[in-house]
C-alpha cells in the first residue's frame, strides 16, 4: 500500500488484483462473452460491476419461502440457543441464552444466521448469487459470513474492508437480499455508485480498518472526507428500493449503509453475505458476550468447517456447535482434518476448470 494525501488527509492506495479492476477489464469481459464462458446478460452485468462496483440479481423469492425464514427466527427468539448471538443496535454479539434485552427491538441483527436457519443457509449457498461472485473473482470463492437484519441499520456510509477482514482487502465482495418488498420510509440500503474507484482513507495514518481504537475525530475526519470526495468526483447517493427477493452484489470498495427509517413501523427484513477467494480464506473467528457466574466475559470460536451445496461453499457459523450441545458450549474450537479442507478445495478447482476457464490475463 503507498501513502498518499488528499485535502491533506492520508490516504492509501490498496493494490487490487480482481480482474475487474485492472484498465482492460471490459476487453476481457467482451472476450468472455465471445468465447461462450459467460451470457449476453451476465456480460453486462460485470460491464457494470466494472463502472459502478455492482450488479443486480433477481431471486424472485415466493412469500411461502420468506413466511418459513421468519418463522424460524421466531423460533430462534423462543428457544434462546447459547451458540448464536444476537447484536442489538447498541452493544456487541451476545449469546441468545444470555441476552435480556428486547426481543427483535429495532436495530437488532443476527450474526450468521444461516448455521441455525435451513431457510438461512438456502440464501448464503445459493448458486445462482454464487455463479456471479465466481465470475467477479475468477476462482472458486466461499461465503464467510451472513447478517440478518429485521430494520434498517442506519449505518452511515463506509466500505467493507473497514470492518470485515480478508487478505488481500480486496478479495471481498458481498450480497444484499430483500426479504420483502423494500420502501423508501423503511431506511434502505443506500450505496454511492462508481465509489469503489476513490482512494482509501488511512484511519490511523498507515491502514484501512476502523477499528473500535478508532478515534472520534477520525470518524469525523472520514465522513467529511467522504463528503469532499464525492462532490470532487461528482458521486451521489442511491437508494435501494427494490421487490422482494431482488438481490445486491457489491465490489469491498463501494461506499454503502443504511438510510435513515423515516416509519419505525416500517421493517426492512434482509440478509447479507459476505464472500472472499475460497484459496486465501479458510477459517473465520468470531466473538460475543456469554454470562458466566453472574458476570459478563467474552468469549471467542474459530471454524474451519465448509458446507457445500450445488457448487456452492461456505464457513460454518464459528460459534454454532454441530454436534450435541455441552453444558459448557463456548470454550471449544472447530477444526476439521486438514485433509477434509483438502479434498474441498481439489473440489473447488475441478469446479474451477469447467466452469470458469483461466485466461492470460487472469489473475495468477
Request: proline letters at 7%; aromatic letters at 8%.
Amino acid at each position: 500500500m503507498v501513502a498518499t494525501r488528499e485535502h491533506g488527509r492520508p490516504m492509501l492506495d490498496v493494490p487490487s488484483a480482481l480482474w475487474l479492476d485492472q484498465p482492460d477489464a471490459h476487453a476481457q469481459i467482451d472476450a468472455q462473452y465471445a468465447s461462450k464462458r459467460v451470457s449476453a446478460e451476465e456480460a453486462d452485468m460485470l460491464r457494470g460491476f466494472v463502472e459502478n462496483g455492482y450488479m443486480k440479481v433477481a431471486l424472485a423469492l415466493d412469500p411461502v419461502f420468506c413466511e418459513a425464514l421468519d418463522d424460524e427466527i421466531s423460533q430462534l427468539w423462543q428457544q434462546r440457543p447459547a451458540d448464536l448471538a444476537v447484536s442489538p443496535l447498541s452493544g456487541g454479539p451476545t449469546s441468545f441464552a444470555d441476552y435480556d434485552g428486547p426481543a427483535r427491538s429495532h436495530g437488532y441483527r443476527i450474526p450468521d444466521l444461516h448455521s441455525h436457519s435451513p431457510h438461512a443457509m438456502s440464501l448464503y449457498l445459493d448458486s445462482r448469487l454464487f455463479r456471479m461472485i465466481e465470475l467477479v473473482f475468477r476462482e472458486p470463492a466461499i461465503a464467510f459470513q451472513s447478517l440478518y437484519f429485521e430494520y434498517g441499520s442506519m449505518q452511515g456510509l463506509h466500505r467493507d474492508p473497514m470492518f470485515v477482514k480478508a487478505d488481500p482487502p480486496l478479495d471481498l465482495c458481498a450480497s444484499w437480499i430483500a426479504l420483502e418488498d423494500i420502501t423508501d420510509d423503511s431506511g434502505p440500503l443506500m450505496y454511492v455508485p462508481g465509489s469503489h474507484r476513490l482512494p482509501w482513507f488511512a484511519f490511523d495514518g498507515t491502514g484501512i480498518v476502523c477499528s473500535s481504537q478508532a478515534t472520534a475525530a477520525e470518524r469525523t475526519d472520514f465522513k467529511q472526507w467522504v463528503d469532499e470526495a464525492m462532490h470532487e468526483h461528482s458521486l451521489s447517493v442511491a437508494r435501494l428500493t427494490c421487490q422482494r427477493g431482488d438481490a445486491f452484489i457489491w465490489h469491498g470498495g463501494l461506499l454503502h449503509g443504511g438510510a435513515p427509517i423515516d416509519d419505525p413501523s416500517r421493517t426492512r427484513k434482509s440478509f447479507v453475505t459476505h464472500y472472499s477467494t475460497a484459496s486465501t480464506y479458510t477459517s473465520r473467528t468470531a466473538r460475543m458476550q456469554v454470562r458466566e457466574n453472574g458476570n459478563w466475559k467474552s468469549t471467542a470460536r474459530t471454524t474451519e468447517l465448509v458446507i457445500e451445496r450445488d457448487g456452492a461453499r461456505g464457513l460454518d457459523g464459528p460459534l454454532h456447535i454441530p454436534v450435541a450441545r455441552s453444558d459448557k458450549p463456548h470454550t471449544s474450537t472447530q477444526s476439521p482434518s486438514t485433509g477434509s479442507w483438502l479434498q474441498t478445495a481439489r473440489r473447488a478447482k475441478r469446479w474451477a476448470a469447467r466452469h470458469i476457464p483461466r485466461t492470460k490475463d487472469s489473475r495468477q
